[in-house]
């Protein structure tokens, strides 16, 4: 009993007294090695207490320190894999909850932490797990906060690249909360949203067959998005569908291809660039 209290006491004292010299740059490099020494030797009761300084930290501390927390909580999953079940559900709502952070560096950070849990954590029930994935992001998605709108779409697609058991049943209910999102004239990140739709063509049984069309026909229709970073993720989506699924969709090409073709004149370069490569994969789908 006390002997274990005092133990953990002086763990904590370490892990906060090595994030304070993340904050230096002299000490920072060290910092991070010395975290992730401590991290490989963690009790499990070593390992909620980790997580919860990795928590503590506010928007108060240097972004390197942010950033570096962020991180950690994907370093814990990778090392420690499956016995962090229990601990997803509270890793995956701090990173959620950091979206919001204006620094583009920590949202790049949250994005590829959320990778590593999605393929570090599986467990007996792949629906539940993929949930406790899905569901938060999908409320963050929910809330008028384009910084977040737009990480929690980056997340979503990372999700379902890395899921370490996909559970198609779960995964084919998305899709028709996000073709109303992309139906939303309310809705912020849209080429965030186009990208993840890229993604989940890729990833068989994430959409289901009867699904295609439909998200075919809504991505299309952003060709014409007054934004042009939409326009051209909506190209980039189309070309991802040629390539992954394009034969199922065969009688959809002639209807693709003027679509594409009248998009060809774009006033934006990067734009004319993703539509005459959509093009090339488009005409090249043959039955």
């Given at each position: 009993?006390?002997?274990?209290?005092?133990?953990?006491?002086?763990?904590?004292?370490?892990?906060?007294?090595?994030?304070?010299?993340?904050?230096?740059?002299?000490?920072?490099?060290?910092?991070?090695?010395?975290?992730?020494?401590?991290?490989?030797?963690?009790?499990?009761?070593?390992?909620?207490?980790?997580?919860?300084?990795?928590?503590?930290?506010?928007?108060?501390?240097?972004?390197?320190?942010?950033?570096?927390?962020?991180?950690?909580?994907?370093?814990?999953?990778?090392?420690?894999?499956?016995?962090?079940?229990?601990?997803?559900?509270?890793?995956?709502?701090?990173?959620?909850?950091?979206?919001?952070?204006?620094?583009?560096n920590i949202r790049d950070a949250c994005?590829?932490?959320?990778?590593?849990?999605?393929?570090?954590?599986?467990?007996?029930?792949?629906?539940?797990?993929?949930?406790?994935?899905?569901?938060?992001?999908?409320?963050?998605l929910a809330e008028q906060h384009k910084?977040?709108?737009?990480?929690a779409a980056m997340c979503l697609a990372?999700?379902?690249?890395?899921?370490?058991?996909?559970?198609?049943?779960?995964?084919?209910?998305?899709?028709?909360?996000?073709?109303?999102?992309?139906?939303?004239?309310?809705?912020?990140?849209?080429?965030?949203?186009?990208?993840?739709?890229?993604?989940?063509?890729?990833?068989?049984?994430?959409?289901?067959?009867?699904?295609?069309?439909?998200?075919?026909?809504?991505?299309?229709?952003?060709?014409?998005?007054?934004?042009?970073?939409?326009?051209?993720?909506?190209?980039?989506?189309?070309?991802?569908?040629?390539?992954?699924?394009?034969?199922?969709?065969?009688?959809?090409?002639?209807?693709?291809?003027?679509?594409?073709?009248?998009?060809?004149?774009?006033?934006?370069?990067?734009?004319?660039?993703?539509?005459?490569?959509?093009?090339?994969?488009?005409?090249?789908?043959?039955?």
């Amino acid at each position: 009993g006390s002997h274990m209290a005092s133990a953990l006491i002086e763990l904590k004292n370490r892990i906060l007294a090595v994030l304070n010299k993340l904050s230096d740059r002299d000490t920072q490099q060290l910092a991070v090695e010395e975290l992730e020494r401590i991290a490989q030797s963690l009790s499990p009761e070593g390992i909620a207490l980790f997580l919860t300084c990795l928590y503590d930290t506010d928007s108060q501390q240097k972004s390197v320190v942010r950033r570096e927390c962020i991180r950690l909580v994907g370093t814990l999953a990778s090392i420690h894999g499956d016995l962090l079940a229990s601990h997803l559900p509270k890793m995956v709502a701090n990173i959620v909850k950091r979206l919001k952070d204006p620094d583009s560096n920590i949202r790049d950070a949250c994005v590829e932490s959320m990778g590593v849990l999605a393929s570090s954590i599986g467990g007996a029930d792949s629906g539940a797990v993929t949930t406790v994935f899905v569901k938060p992001l999908f409320e963050a998605l929910a809330e008028q906060h384009k910084t977040l709108q737009t990480g929690a779409a980056m997340c979503l697609a990372r999700v379902l690249e890395c899921v370490k058991e996909p559970h198609p049943p779960t995964l084919q209910r998305l899709c028709p909360r996000i073709l109303k999102m992309l139906a939303s004239p309310n809705f912020l990140a849209k080429a965030s949203l186009l990208s993840a739709v890229g993604v989940m063509v890729q990833v068989p049984g994430v959409v289901s067959a009867s699904q295609l069309p439909v998200l075919l026909g809504a991505v299309q229709d952003e060709l014409g998005n007054s934004e042009w970073a939409v326009r051209k993720a909506a190209a980039e989506a189309l070309s991802c569908m040629a390539s992954a699924v394009g034969n199922s969709l065969v009688s959809y090409r002639a209807g693709v291809i003027a679509a594409l073709e009248s998009s060809r004149f774009d006033k934006v370069k990067p734009v004319r660039d993703s539509v005459t490569e959509a093009l090339q994969l488009w005409k090249a789908i043959y039955d």
